[in-house]
């Protein structure tokens, strides 16, 4: 069983920063890719940052130059550091990894249960 656990939201004022921190734990054979989404209310889950095992990293568009993902020392960990936060960053952010199980499981995708960000002032 394969958990992931985020931690690291808050409510913040525009212009502020927040990191958010996401561990993966239980029956892990390799992670291949971890992530943030986020959805906002009345919005459809979108993308705002990836990082695969090889160090390759995609940002969703309204979040470059603004956020930056990293994996930890384990590499069962994802950070999310934002900055410059607006009031349309409001968001569950939910955190991603697609990953084996086993040496022989098939690649499956896991979700944490989310965080919610509120940027107001």
């Known amino acids: 069983q394969v958990q992931l656990v985020e931690s690291g939201g808050g409510t913040v004022q525009p212009g502020g920063s927040l990191t958010l921190s996401c561990a993966a734990s239980?029956?892990?054979?390799?992670?291949?890719?971890m992530g943030w989404y986020r959805e906002a209310p009345g919005k459809s889950r979108e993308l705002a940052a990836a990082?695969?095992?090889?160090?390759?990293?995609d940002y969703g568009d309204s979040v470059k130059g603004r956020f930056t993902i990293s994996r930890g020392d384990a590499e069962n960990t994802v950070y999310l550091q934002m900055t410059e936060l607006r009031p349309e960053d409001t968001a569950v952010y939910y955190c991603?990894?697609?990953?084996?199980?086993?040496?022989?499981?098939?690649?499956?995708?896991?979700w944490g249960q989310g965080t919610q960000v509120t940027v107001s002032s």
């Open positions: 239980g029956s892990i054979f390799r992670i291949n890719t």
């Open positions: 990082i695969t095992s090889g160090g390759g990293i």
């Open positions: 991603n990894a697609d990953l084996r199980a086993t040496m022989t499981s098939p690649l499956s995708e896991y």
